[in-house]
């Protein structure tokens, strides 16, 4: 494998791996509202909040971050 190759998988993975922590995230939020696990409500809100951006939103900018730039024509 070449070393473009590792890195590839490597963001691949951590992609991956940050939209599950995310969803992980969220879930603990939603069980923080229910009061599942004892906490605030709000604070249970924020977390579902910092959960949901941590799936839809970072996988985003570090995809745009480590596009690979168009090749000159």
Same mark, same amino acid.
């Given at each position: 494998? &070449?070393?473009?190759? &590792?890195?590839?998988?490597?963001? @691949?993975?951590?992609?991956? @791996?940050?939209?599950?922590?995310?969803?992980? *995230?969220?879930?603990?939020?939603?069980?923080?509202?229910?009061? *599942?696990?004892?906490?605030?409500?709000?604070?249970?809100?924020?977390?579902?909040? *910092?959960?949901?951006?941590?799936? @839809?939103?970072?996988?985003?900018?570090?995809?745009?971050?480590?596009?690979?730039?168009?090749?000159?024509?």
């Amino acid at each position: 494998m &070449s070393p473009d190759d &590792s890195h590839a998988l490597a963001r @691949f993975l951590l992609i991956g @791996f940050l939209r599950l922590a995310g969803v992980i *995230v969220t879930l603990v939020g939603i069980l923080i509202v229910r009061g *599942v696990i004892p906490g605030y409500a709000w604070g249970g809100v924020v977390v579902i909040v *910092v959960g949901l951006i941590d799936v @839809f939103v970072v996988p985003q900018m570090l995809a745009r971050k480590w596009r690979t730039p168009p090749e000159p024509k």
